[in-house]
């Protein structure tokens, strides 16, 4: 099967396109937010005012993600000047300060965890990469995240094995680019050590998946962490033990795409999610791999079905627009 041609600068426009569609729009909003009191009764933007778009904060996180990606690697595009003009309207100190000071609430603390969190860093990762003062104005952020990761990960003990925004395995695999991009020393091995503690035992994965509501395969999520996280040398026999059957294509259930019933529900929308993430967690996986792994030719062909499969429903209705692009990103990247 052909491969997706990745990311070409009409890709990268188009992307751009839908995430400057909805990063800034306020409504509809589902909001993450405990109410102390009356006054407490806000709106997105009044208590977002950097990430107040994109139906969900999270989502609004990682549409920035989506047009910084983009912007780094193709910055001609025609999108180009409109992004830098919301970067440099977003990314100010005092509505950093604002975000920043929400999170400080005490009734904050499980404020978007652990999806928000592995978004923010990971955004935060590719503002570092820009010639540009975005980082250094968004750090407060990403040091109030990196340190509610140092502090959650040692009561954690066990993982969250689930296909949408707990998922424990998704958000480390993203916070890792942070961790990388800063060359923290103890950020790190302390994102490795709990993979290795949640995951590292696992045997003969039987994939019960998906359900309805999943974006996320759980089982190749946690083998993409390993991926990730794993020591390279123990990737392939730890695999190997996780899924014996990938060169048989077994489980069935990780080698087809899902089709949604219904892409106007915000639910069932996530299924496109899953095919794109299912997508770039197999390329995530491969790449791992040595390249005469048995299964290469398999995890290839069934990451560009699912891609194929996911691809043309990027955009359409809102419930899936405001945030399908980002990992048709992840998935073309991989």
Known sequence: MPSHPGLTADVASRFARIALGHVAREYPNKMDHVLDGRADVRGPRDLHPVYFGSFDWHSCVHGYWTLATVLRRHPDIPEAAAIRALFGDAFTPDKVAAEAAYLARPS????????????????????????????????????????????????????????????????????????????????????????????????????????????????????????????????????????????????????????????????????????????????????????????????AATAERHLAAALPHVAGDYMGEHWLASFALLALLA
């Open 108 to 299: 904050s603390r499980g404020f978007e965890r652990p999806y928000g969190w592995g978004w923010l860093l990971k955004l935060q990762a590719e503002l570092l990469a820009h010639d540009a003062p975005w980082a250094a104005t968004h750090q407060p952020l990403a040091d109030a995240f990196a340190q509610r990761f140092r502090d959650f990960l040692p009561l954690a003990i066990f993982p969250i094995r689930t296909g949408v925004h707990s998922s424990t395995a998704f958000a480390l695999t993203l916070a890792a680019d942070y961790a990388d991009a800063v060359g923290d020393a103890g950020l790190l091995p302390l994102f490795e050590a709990r993979a290795r503690a949640w995951y590292g035992q696992d045997r003969a994965a039987q994939a019960w998946e998906p359900s309805l509501d999943d974006f996320l395969s759980p089982t190749l999520m946690e083998a993409a962490c390993m991926a990730r996280l794993g020591a390279a040398d123990d990737f392939r026999p730890w695999f190997d033990a996780f899924l014996p059957e990938v060169g048989e294509r077994r489980p069935a259930s990780l080698f087809a795409p899902v089709a949604p019933t219904d892409r106007t529900d915000g639910k069932i929308a996530h299924l496109d999610g899953l095919n794109l993430s299912r997508a770039w967690c197999w390329r995530t996986i491969a790449a791992a791999l040595p390249a005469d792994h048995p299964a290469q030719d398999v995890m």
